[in-house]
């Protein structure tokens, strides 16, 4: 019997000025233990991937919340973008977060809603910098699934915001731009600017080279492609023919990634000379297409094993934003506060479907991208919700939750899961800690691990 080792590192990446980009799996990479043994049968275990995806300003709940009872999950209006992920997504009902309630500290559900959405925790009452919350389901994951990553974690938003000063009736605003807490007393900032999301991900040579690469490209437009060229060349002549089409449709994947942060840039430049279109600098002025590169560069930074956990604020909790695409001129937060306006319930109609429609494209793009074999989507986690049920209502109970993917096993999706009144919702996030390597025997006020296949 002849044994032959993995002829191409996992680890193996593309180098240059500066710069290092990652690869995808490609079969050239698989451990064979024995010649003979197929391809598909001779790797195995792929990482569990973990996103906490967080909307802010609650629902108009009586057309967000699904029904059903089992397999037989029916999807109002609100949902039914996400109809094509059916069998894909676990329709959670009844967690709550009996911490984001005022618990006697009055007015401030926005900025709690947002503090303890990850960590379960009652944030303190406070203006000032004497912040304190508890730590996040994320970061207790990434302390277990971030030991063979670059980065443990990555932190993205689509909303800046200030960590001084009081954002919601008292509350520093370090509570309302903020869900990944990595103690107590420090929330971590996520990143909102797609470009250098993009650079944090791939220069990673000394701060010396870094900046010149970086300065380099930006200043010629040159591509981060440009600088790892001869090493391509190089490791295409050890490819099959397999691999030499998946290396290079993930390299036009990542130049038109490029190609899409530039044009955004470009219209930027037009706004900075005076031509009339109010965008901000380098981030896109179109909300949506902020929102789908975030994701796209998150689910880059999995693919390519750079990290194993992601936060993603897709706007902050109180946002006023406007949507002018959807014909959406007021803002979001005073239209969550309706009191039974009809246009105003309308409009939050269009901003909840718009929000799911968001969702279910990230869906899609995880369903189709290759991970080892298989979907990414399939040994993934996405969790999508928010901690407030009613926007109107601010309410804490019975909270918008979706949990998509199938955890390499873990969740048995397709159905709809019932928990009795007011079940924790960190005890989803306990059983998620499990999944994740840990052994925790609570987390916030949990009362037990969730069972996700029951």
Not at 145 to 172: N, V
Not at 225 to 252: C, H, N, P, Q
Not at 318 to 332: D, I, K, T
Not at 368 to 377: A, F, H, K, N, V
């Amino acid at each position: 019997m002849s044994f032959t080792r993995r002829s191409l590192s996992r680890r193996t990446v593309l180098r240059g000025l500066g710069t290092a980009i990652a690869l995808p799996w490609l079969e050239a990479m698989t451990p064979l233990t024995c010649l003979g043994t197929s391809l598909a049968a001779a790797e195995t275990g792929r990482p569990l991937r973990m996103a906490f995806v967080f909307f802010p300003n609650g629902t108009h709940h009586e057309e967000w919340a699904p029904t059903g009872d089992g397999r037989d999950v029916v999807l109002p209006s609100l949902l039914e973008p996400v109809a094509r992920h059916k069998d894909e997504i676990l329709f959670l009902r009844g967690l709550s977060h009996r911490n984001a309630r005022a618990l006697g500290d009055g007015p401030g559900d926005h900025a709690r809603s947002a503090a303890c959405f990850l960590t379960g925790a009652h944030p303190h009452k406070t203006a000032g910098a004497d912040i304190r919350c508890g730590v996040s389901v994320d970061q207790v994951a990434a302390s277990h699934l971030g030991s063979e990553t670059l980065f443990p974690s990555l932190q993205l938003g689509c909303e800046g915001g200030r960590r001084s000063g009081q954002c919601d009736s008292g509350y520093a605003c370090a509570y309302s731009n903020n869900i990944s807490w990595s103690d107590p007393h420090t929330p971590l900032s996520h990143e909102v600017d797609p470009r250098q999301l993009l650079d944090r991900l791939f220069l990673r040579g000394p701060a010396s080279e870094t900046t010149r690469a970086r300065g380099e490209r930006l200043h010629a437009r040159k591509s981060i492609l440009d600088f790892v060229r001869e090493d391509a060349r190089t490791l295409d002549g050890k490819l099959g023919v397999r691999d030499r089409r998946k290396l290079d449709a993930y390299l036009t994947g990542v130049r038109e990634l490029e190609r899409r942060i530039e044009q955004g840039e470009r219209v930027n430049e037009l706004a900075r000379r005076g031509e009339g279109i109010a965008i901000p600098d380098k981030i896109p002025g179109e909300y949506g297409e902020h929102v789908k590169l975030q994701m796209e560069l998150m689910i880059l930074a999995f693919r390519l094993d750079l990290t194993r956990v992601v936060s993603f604020m897709i706007a902050n909790e109180g946002s006023n934003r406007a949507f002018p695409e959807l014909g959406v001129r007021e803002g979001h937060h005073l239209l969550s506060h309706h009191k039974g306006n009809e246009g105003k319930i309308d409009s939050i109609r269009r901003i909840n479907r718009y929000q799911n429609e968001l969702f279910a494209h990230l869906l899609d793009r995880m369903r189709e991208t290759d991970d080892e074999g298989s979907p990414l989507l399939d040994s993934s986690l996405i969790l999508w919700g928010g901690a407030i049920r009613d926007g109107n209502r601010h309410d804490h109970h019975d909270l918008p939750i979706l949990l998509a993917g199938r955890g390499n096993g873990a969740v048995d999706p397709g159905r709809i899961l019932h928990t009795p009144k007011n079940t924790p919702l960190c005890d989803l996030y306990l059983r998620m800690i499990e999944l994740s390597g840990g052994t925790a025997t609570s987390f916030g006020d949990s009362v037990g691990a969730l069972d996700l296949r029951a």
